[in-house]
């Protein structure tokens, strides 16, 4: 299977400068995906002077790869919290609002963005049994408006949505002081450089995908990534709604335009999984006719309970905050980081800063199996290393790259930089 772009790339946003002297501003958003973005629209239009510094180009990384679908649906969260000894039945009632709120206020953006934003009901079939009953028991103690479908293990979750992420993002974007191809190297209390320029902020927001910070907050232990592929097809009818199967590698399925998006395989990122195999035997059973129009593959970042994390990167540090975590559902995730976040960097609190908090408690098995991985990757004599943390790579035939399944950074056959927490490559 050949990588290409995604369907995304039809859009093309407009080009910002490099930072060329050192700045002040109220506030200093790192990153310029979706999250990034959506925090800089929301702080600009609460009166905040923001800066958005970029590595590369905006929303060209993550954000230009998913398959942008507003789903309250998310696997088997709501019954997965009401169930954590750190979290319970409340925690799944908030969450479930809290989505239902960040799709409400999609749809109010949505309404001056000419951005293909359309509602679409969402089929989530669960197929395990035991799962589907726990999970419709949450649904039904939480509240949740969704219905299942008689005879079969799916439930109706109506007035989900999709939109053109690129369109969406044109939309915000010009009126946002924006430096791309600007790498912030290090940041030193609310300062932060990129070898050659400052940027004195009175609050700053990491919104890199993986925090930049290497150490401070211990997103090492509480962060992995996951790898998951997408098939635009051809040649399909569109079924009218979206369709999300809950399985160890299940599918997603969504229309945009005349494409159907079929995405899955996941798989930790720098491990062996389905990937475009999986996403191809599903298309030979279910669109045997239909014609592969573009294939991509990107990756997500994974937290220790599901949940993003969003707020204060420690509970000491009132004027660094982070977003990340996102677990495969951003496009929420990044609107709950941008509505929470406006509150806190003002000083104000928000309902929801406790739910995402990134310093809430972690005991959980996943922490155990990071631990486990970065020891046994750590240890690893392979030669070729991550310049992340030193863990070992391995080398991924499939896409070419040199893959680290500590934290997910991914470097190309001659050692550039593809996917962070890495801030740079290495020579071959
Ligand atoms: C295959 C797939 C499909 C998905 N589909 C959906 C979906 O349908 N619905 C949904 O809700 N979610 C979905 N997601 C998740 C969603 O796409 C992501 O969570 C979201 O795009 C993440 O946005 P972001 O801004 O956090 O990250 P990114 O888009 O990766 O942005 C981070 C930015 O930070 C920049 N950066 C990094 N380091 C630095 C630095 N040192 N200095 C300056 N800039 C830096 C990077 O260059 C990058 O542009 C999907 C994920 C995958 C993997």
New binding site residues.
């Given amino acids: 299977m050949m990588l290409s772009e995604s369907i995304w790339t039809d859009i093309a946003l407009p080009a910002f400068p490099t930072l060329e002297q050192d700045k002040d501003c109220d506030v200093l958003i790192?990153?310029?995906?979706?999250?990034?973005?959506l925090c800089a629209h929301y702080l600009k239009e609460a009166g905040a002077d923001c800066i958005v510094?970029?590595?590369?180009?905006?929303?060209?990384?993550?954000?230009?790869?998913?398959?942008?679908?507003?789903?309250m649906g998310q696997d088997t969260l709501y019954s997965d919290i009401a169930r954590s000894p750190s979290h319970g039945i409340g925690d799944a009632g908030l969450y479930m609002r809290a989505n239902r709120a960040a799709l409400d206020e999609y749809k109010k953006l949505c309404t001056s963005i000419d951005c293909d934003f359309e509602e679409r009901d969402l089929l989530f079939e669960i197929p395990d049994t035991k799962k589907f009953k726990r999970e419709c028991k949450t649904l039904l103690e939480i509240g949740a408006d969704v219905s299942p479908i008689a005879g079969r293990q799916i439930l109706r979750y109506p007035k989900q949505a999709q939109f053109h992420?690129m369109k969406l993002l044109a939309g915000i974007v010009p009126g946002l002081t924006i430096y791309e191809n600007?790498?912030?190297?290090h940041i030193d209390g609310t300062t932060a450089t990129t070898g050659k320029h400052r940027i004195h902020a009175k609050k700053i927001i990491v919104?890199?995908?993986f925090p930049?910070q290497k150490w401070k907050g211990l997103f090492f232990l509480k962060l992995y990534q996951?790898?998951?592929?997408?098939l635009a097809l051809e040649g399909i009818s569109d079924p009218g709604y979206h369709y999300y199967n809950v399985d160890t590698d299940g599918v997603?399925i969504?229309m945009q335009g005349r494409f159907l998006l079929l995405?899955g395989g996941d798989h930790r990122t720098g491990k062996e999984g389905g990937g475009f195999d999986r996403l191809m035997d599903y298309r030979a059973d279910h669109f045997p006719r239909s014609i592969v129009y573009r294939s991509w593959?990107?990756?997500?970042?994974q937290s220790l309970d599901g949940l993003p994390y969003i707020g204060q990167i420690t509970r000491s540090d009132s004027d660094n905050f982070v977003?990340?975590g996102?677990?495969?559902?951003?496009?929420?995730?990044?609107m709950h980081a941008a509505l929470i976040l406006r509150e806190l960097v003002q000083g104000r609190s928000h309902e929801l800063a406790a739910l995402f908090d990134p310093s809430r408690s972690m005991l959980t098995g996943q922490l155990a199996l990071n631990a486990g991985e970065t020891l046994l990757t750590f240890l690893n004599p392979i030669p070729r290393r991550c310049t992340h943390m030193g863990c070992a790579l391995r080398w991924n035939p499939r896409e070419c790259s040199w893959d680290c399944a500590c934290h997910g950074s991914r470097f190309d056959k001659a050692g550039g930089i593809l996917n962070?927490p890495a801030?740079h490559g290495f020579k071959m």
């Fill in positions: 790192i990153g310029g995906g979706m999250c990034g973005l510094c970029e590595a590369g180009r905006i929303a060209n990384q993550t954000t230009i790869r998913t398959t942008a679908s507003l789903s992420p600007t790498r912030i190297l919104a890199t995908h930049l996951k790898r998951a592929y997408v997603s969504r995405c593959a990107t990756q997500d970042t977003a990340a996102f677990g495969g559902w951003g496009m929420t995730g990044s962070n801030q």
